[in-house]
């Protein structure tokens, strides 16, 4: 409990700084799952921060529901949900705790989140995800990948640097659509620094009843009030 107080007060810091910390421009790779497959409904954002994503998610079909660990994050968020009139619940909590990723969600975003933690809890978390979703609900999640240089100031908070391997095996119970390691310049806080992360994409697979009901409301049906 100690190191997670830790993380919460180096957090509350950096989000008490002038700007929005990480910026406010979603990860593309959300931008693209969101608007390709006409995504909407209930998302869940981990480790919303200042909400880069709850707020894109927000303005694209979405009702968001957003976590961080930050206090100071959560209450400049709801700040920004009011004045944009936008349909996000933000609310300070930590996923390692039971009962705070309740569902049924059609979209998780959890980005950068789950290297803080050791390995069998981040499974822990990843498995609550997983039965949190829906069948047919998508998960976007990001972490820093072994081959990261580790120059973030925030390096020192992370416990996990994953493989592909280790990431893709959280979500065992997910159909992976994509899994790739990106080598980006982060310049949204402290000095410009060096990241390898990994992306993942997936899906937990449609439920059959759901096909079955999808291919009930084909061409050729008519409604009883038609």
Not at 14 to 43: I, W
Not at 81 to 103: K, S, T, Y
Not at 124 to 153: K, N, Y
Request: glycine letters at 10%; aromatic letters at 6%.
């Amino acid at each position: 409990m100690g190191e997670r107080s830790e993380l919460s007060r180096c957090y509350d810091e950096a989000y008490r700084r002038p700007g929005p910390l990480f910026g406010l421009r979603p990860d593309p790779a959300v931008v693209e799952l969101v608007q390709t497959r006409e995504l909407s409904g209930r998302a869940l954002d981990i480790g919303a921060g200042h909400g880069r994503h709850a707020v894109f998610l927000a303005r694209n079909g979405f009702t968001v529901e957003a976590v961080d660990i930050s206090a100071e994050a959560v209450r400049r968020l709801k700040q920004m949900a009011r004045r944009g009139r936008l349909p996000i619940e933000a609310r300070r909590a930590d996923v390692a705790q039971p009962g705070v990723i309740q569902g049924p969600y059609d979209l998780v975003v959890a980005d950068t989140v789950l290297g803080h933690f050791g390995m069998d809890e981040a499974r822990r978390v990843a498995r609550t995800i997983t039965e949190a979703m829906r069948p047919g609900a998508w998960l976007f999640a990001s972490v820093f990948s072994r081959e990261d240089a580790r120059e973030s100031e925030f390096a020192p908070y992370v416990e996990t640097w994953f493989t592909r391997e280790q990431l893709t095996g959280l979500f065992g119970g997910l159909r992976v659509e994509s899994c790739e390691e990106l080598s980006v310049t982060d310049r949204s806080h402290g000095e410009p620094h060096e990241h390898h992360v990994l992306r993942l994409l997936a899906q937990r697979p449609p439920s059959p009843d759901a096909a079955d009901a999808k291919a009930d409301e084909g061409p050729g049906r008519v409604s009883n009030g038609a």
